[in-house]
Structures are given as C-alpha cells and as structure tokens.
DNA sequence: CCCTACATTGATCACCGGGTCAATAGGCCG
DNA sequence: CGGCCTATTGACCCGGTGATCAATGTAGGG
C-alpha cells in the first residue's frame, strides 16, 4: 500500500483534470470520487486527503472553470477602438468564445444549477456579475448621456445600462442556444439588431 | 398492509404535486421516491405502481412543467394588434411570466443540465423550438420582406429570422437573470432596445 | 356474499456514494 | 543509516437510493 509516485503537487491539478474530464463527458453527477480517482489513476482515498470533501473539489473544479473567464473582454487591445467598434467587437469574440467552448458553459450552466443553494451560485453570480461590469462602460460610452436616440425611436432611448443589460441577456440568450446546438449560432444575426441602434455613422463616403 | 383509500385516478396527480412541491423547494436531487411518498402520505412503493421508475416520474413532472408554458403566446387577443405592438406584447407578456414563475422557469433549467444525455433534452428543446416558431411570424411581418432598416443602419438591416432569434435569445437570458434575482428583471429596459428598431410611428400629434 | 381485480403497503435487496482510517511507502534531513 | 513527515493505499463503514415483491386491504360485479 502506497508510496509516493508523483510526490509533486500537481497531483491536485491531475485529479482536477480528470474531474473536468468526467464531467464534460458524462455530466456532474457522474463526477464521484470513485470514479476521479479512476480515471486519475490512483486511489479514492487521495481525492479526499488532497480536497477534503467533495464539495471541495467540485469548488476547485469551478473556480478552474471561472478563471479566464473574463480575460478576453479586457484584453488590451480593445481599448484602441471607437465605441461602437469596441462594443461590437466585444459582443463578437465573446459570442466565438461561447461557440468554440459551449462544453465548458454547458458545464458551467451545470454547476449553477445543480443545487438550489449558495455553495456555487454566488461564485458564479459574482462571475455574470463582472460580465456586466465589462460592459457597462462601452455602452454608457455608446449611449452617451442622453442615451441612444436610434434615430428612430420617438422619445429619449435606450440607456447605457438598459442597453449592457440587454446586452448580457443576449450573450446568455446565446449561450443557451449554442448549448443546445453550435452550429445554429450566428453572431451576424444578434449583432446585427444590437448595431441597428447605431446612429447612422455619419457619412462615410 | 395496504388497501386504496383514494382509488381515484388523482393518486398520480397528487404525487406528482409533491415531487413538484419537493422539486421546487428544495431541488431536482432531492426528489427521490422515498421524499415523495413521505410528502404525499403514501408508501413508497405506489411511486413505482403509477410511474414505472424514477425516470417515469421526472419525464411525468417535466411535462407538467412544459404544458402551459406556450399558451400565454397564442392567445387570441394578440392578432388583433398591429405588428410592433403585437411583438411588443408578446415579449411583455414573457418578461412578465418569467418574473412570476421564475421558479418554475429555474426548474426548467434544472432539468436541462441535470443530465447531459437526451431524456429531457428533447423534449425541452423542441419547446425551445415552438417558442421560436411563435414569435416568426410577427417577426417576419415587423421585418417586412426586406428587413428592418432601423432607419439607421446603413445597409438594410435585420431579417425576421434574425429578430426572432435575437428575441428568443434575449427572454432566455432575461430568463437567467429573473433566476438570479427576479426583484432586477426591467422589461423595459430590454423592451427599450428592441423598440429602438422599430421606425418612427409616422407622426402621432 | 364471495371472489376477482386492483391499489397499497412496508419490508427487503443490491448497489453505490461520501467519508474515515490504520497501515505503508517513499523522500529528506541529520 | 535512522527517524520523520507527507503522500498514498485500499479496505471498511454507514447511509441513502432505486427497485422488487409477497402480503393485504378495498371496491365492485355477479
């Protein structure tokens, strides 16, 4: 009975990779310690003396799955552009992202609603929480003070916070859809009614 | 041991309510046979003589949860109303429901991402599905055959596809949100950005 | 009034999950 | 080399779960 093999900690990061691995492919209940440690090639035990509970892991496994989250929507590069560039930028590399990791929203999606209590919800919500935040500038930006007339609307418009708001709902919107099916996302189509608000850009000839 | 003191038909019906009561209050995982028995008054083995398995009752309470959930769109009095404020009132309407039922709607996704294989998938998808189909049509009829124009975007504009989608994107997400915290759901502000496409009314003085 | 059909019971089974723990194997420091 | 600390093992316990089943009670038809 058992000696160190791999005595460095990545043992953690194994066992992790092998919890993520289980759960993308057969889904969060089946990710059990038993079948971890399986997968991992070691033994039960070892899930529990280095995560003390099972809670524990799956926590770990979220926070793997919120980190990088939000990287790209405060990439460096973004801040160069003007406002309605920058906005539909955004909107853009974050609806590829949902497409090209959906397994891991699914995932994500998963976790939140696995249990009615706070033990992820409030990770998570913190998570959407930034999400929001990442947007509010632009759009106040694109909005200006007086909102966005849209050149069509009779009155005023739309806020820079009504439109981050709608803006989130769409992404999640999106995120469902490109859960159920990938393929059936076009980012085309929902940028297309969100720029629509645009102001006509003013001549470019 | 055991003889019928509610030999009506109602048996089922009543377990099904406390697997919703149980479903509701304290998530998809505690509804179990035995909970559901002990919350309806009855042994646990009646849970296997109405439903054949477990799974029977969950795909039973599932379809309590999908019927009714499409009826509020094609309510008659809609066709009455010209078609922005047709689309108007049925994204209202949804908003609205969402809000007040969000309980419900959390159930829902429960049961999605309870498991990633297709026992309620389909299902739940091709409710999906019936909603978009319920908002094509004024979609399509607000578009016009050549899009929205928004009377601001330079190039013709958005499909009745591409608004329908964008719609149908938008309730999810304002799903998501009414979940979280259904006290910061502003229809509004979401009705707001819609609208924004819409072109001037043609002068009301 | 019995007898058949059906609803109902509750004990019971096999199984699997989280979690514990004594035993042990390796590395490391003196 | 000898101890010591940590990583590791695998057997084990306990509780809960889905599911089964013989026994039993009730209703209703002949």
Not at 51 to 56: C, R, T, V
Not at 145 to 152: H, I, L, Q, R
Request: include cysteine.
């Amino acid at each position: 009975m058992g000696g160190p093999k791999l005595p460095e900690q990545e043992r953690a990061d194994a066992i992790l990779a092998a919890a993520y691995r289980i759960a993308l492919t057969e889904g969060l209940d089946a990710v059990t310690a038993r079948r971890v440690a399986t997968a991992a090639g070691i033994s039960p035990g070892l899930v529990f003396f280095h995560f003390q509970s099972k809670d524990g892991l799956l926590q770990a496994l979220l926070d793997v799955l919120l980190n990088g989250t939000l990287d790209a929507l405060t990439h460096p590069s973004l801040s160069a552009l003007a406002p309605w560039d920058r906005l539909e930028r955004m909107i853009r590399v974050e609806l590829d992202r949902l497409v090209e990791y959906h397994a891991g929203v699914e995932l994500l999606f998963a976790f939140y609603f696995s249990r009615p209590d706070d033990l992820f919800r409030t990770r998570i919500e913190a998570s959407f929480g930034r999400y929001l935040e990442a947007f509010l500038p632009v759009c106040q930006e694109v909005a200006g003070p007086g909102g966005v007339s849209g050149a069509s609307t009779g009155v005023g418009g739309v806020s820079g916070d009504d439109l981050a708001s709608t803006v989130v709902a769409l992404i999640h919107g999106a995120s469902i859809q490109a859960i159920r099916n990938p393929a059936s996302v076009y980012p085309d189509a929902l940028l297309a009614t969100v720029l629509a608000l645009r102001p006509r850009p003013a001549e470019r000839p």
